[in-house]
């Protein structure tokens, strides 16, 4: 089988992370770095060991590179979309870094010329691949909860100056805001675990830091499932705390608080929450994340030419949510959905 050649869009802080993780998939070759300057795409193929990569300042001349099967869109938020666009024109398959795009319209048009396309896409909500997460999963799927009624997920990270993406994350033009810079996070992991739609969402804001921040850091939303369950969801960048990724989901048979179990009719005799023993989400820091296991995942779904779970069309689903809270804060309303 020939390799598929990738390339990598975009040179700062997560790109070396996502080359690391195709070069260690034997399906794949990274062929192409595409950066704004030539001097710094050359760097970055020297300091990650490619040695047959050809370096491109001009994102619509690659695309012509027949070596190339795969996009990895690794770029500024505000950079996505048309990115995203070109790419499927082009028969790309995609891999795009969270968030999709800064606003509710250019999702839709970045879902439309994928569909158009045909092309396979992925999402980089690599906390799914995650060792804690993919548990976590499993044990709600085998009934260790029972059927479940309420859910928490929080991202809590505090940044400052020393944060790579400082300069453009706490900007509303390319940050966008709390939810899209990283709280996505923990509304795409309430999803996993609720798997009805949301209904209705209500969001409230807050800050701590109006000097360096261009939105308010803190958010909180709750949200109102299709089939009468409900969830909060919180996300900041002004708790003054170390990285804190929380998950707690109750069922009417047991309870799950982060790495912690409680299941007493599945584990025989069990008084006190057992320790779920997998690495959970507890850094901030894209070296400590699982982008080998999500390129792993992408190159069996092209491989197998099936859809991936968390493609184009579910991470809509996602932003959806975000759109909605943001919104939502906005207005000082509650904000139905599907958003019109």
């Not at 896409?121 to 691949?129: A, I, K, Y």
Request: charged share 25%; proline share 3%.
């Amino acid at each position: 089988m020939k390799k598929f050649g990738v390339a990598i869009i975009g040179t700062g802080w997560v790109a070396p992370e996502h080359i690391r993780a195709f070069k260690m998939n034997p399906h794949t070759e990274v062929t192409a770095i595409v950066s704004r300057s030539a001097e710094k795409g050359k760097r970055t193929a020297k300091e990650c060991g490619l040695e047959n990569c050809a370096v491109y300042t001009d994102y619509k001349e690659y695309l012509k590179d027949k070596n190339v099967d795969i996009i990895c869109i690794c770029t500024p938020n505000h950079m996505h979309c048309e990115q995203t666009i070109l790419a499927a024109e082009a028969g790309k398959h995609i891999l795009i870094e969270k968030p999709l795009a800064m606003t509710w319209e250019d999702c839709k048009r970045m879902r439309d010329a994928v569909q158009k396309a045909g092309v396979k896409t992925l999402v980089g909500f690599v906390g799914r691949h995650n060792p804690y997460m993919v548990t976590a999963r499993n044990l709600i799927k085998d009934g260790y909860l029972g059927k479940l009624f309420y859910a928490e997920t929080d991202y809590w990270h505090k940044i400052n100056e020393s944060y790579p993406c400082y300069e453009w994350t706490t900007t509303k033009e390319v940050g966008g805001s709390s939810l899209l810079a990283g709280g996505c996070h923990a509304v795409d992991a309430m999803r996993q675990f609720m798997k009805s739609d949301v209904v209705s969402v209500t969001a409230h804001t807050s800050s701590c830091d109006k000097t360096n921040f261009e939105y308010d850091g803190t958010i909180v939303i709750i949200v109102k499932f299709a089939d009468g369950t409900c969830g909060k969801i919180g996300s900041s960048y002004d708790f003054i705390s170390p990285y804190i990724f929380n998950v707690r989901v109750f069922g009417n048979e047991g309870s799950l608080i982060n790495d912690s179990i409680y299941a007493p009719h599945k584990i025989n005799q069990q008084k006190e929450y057992m320790q779920i023993p997998a690495k959970t989400l507890d850094s901030g820091d894209v070296e400590h994340h699982n982008f080998p296991e999500q390129a792993d995942y992408f190159l069996e779904c092209i491989i197998n030419d099936v859809e991936c779970d968390s493609n184009i069309f579910d991470a809509m689903k996602t932003h959806e949510i975000i759109f909605a809270a943001d919104m939502s804060a906005e207005l000082g309303k509650t904000v139905e959905l599907p958003l019109k």
